[in-house]
Nanobody, 122 residues
Framework: QVELVESGGGSVQAGGSLRLSCKYSELHYYVMAWFRQAPGKGSEGVARIYDLDGRNYLYDSVEGRFTITQDKAERMMYLQMNNLNAEDTDMYFC?????????????????WGKGTLVIVSS
C-alpha cells in the first residue's frame, strides 16, 4: 500500500526554523513535492525535487529560505524551512508523482500524505 507520512510540523516564532520530513513507501517516484494549504484555500506548491537527477525547484515566495532534499536510500524527503514568517502558516503536504508534472499542478500528483501543521507566530 502506497503511503506518505509527514512529520516535523509545529509552532515556531517568526524568524525560526523547522524541518519537515516525509517518509514514503514507493521505491521510486518521478518527482516529489511539498504543497501547502490554508483552510478554505487552494493548495500551493512550495518545492519539488526530481528523482532522476535531484533537480529541484522552489516557489518564489520561499526561494532563499526553504530547501528541499531527498534521501532515496531511506525513502525520505525533507523540507528545511528557515526564516519563517506568519504567511508560512499552513498545513504542509508531501506529494508524489510517477510521471511528468506540469509545474505546480496539484492534480498531477497521484499520492499524498495527510499533512503536518506549521504555525508561525509573529
Amino acid at each position: 500500500q502506497v503511503e506518505l507520512v509527514e512529520s516535523g510540523g509545529g509552532s515556531v516564532q517568526a524568524g525560526g526554523s523547522l524541518r519537515l520530513s516525509c517518509k514514503y513507501s514507493e521505491l521510486h517516484y518521478y518527482v516529489m513535492a511539498w504543497f501547502r494549504q490554508a483552510p478554505g484555500k487552494g493548495s500551493e506548491g512550495v518545492a519539488r525535487i526530481y528523482d532522476l537527477d535531484g533537480r529541484n525547484y522552489l516557489y518564489d515566495s520561499v526561494e532563499g529560505r526553504f530547501t528541499i532534499t531527498q534521501d532515496k536510500a531511506e525513502r525520505m524527503m525533507y523540507l528545511q524551512m528557515n526564516n519563517l514568517n506568519a504567511e508560512d502558516t499552513d498545513m504542509y503536504f508531501c506529494a508524489a508523482a510517477r510521471n511528468a508534472v506540469r509545474g505546480w499542478r496539484a492534480d498531477d500528483f497521484e499520492d499524498w500524505g495527510k499533512g503536518t501543521l506549521v504555525i508561525v507566530s509573529s
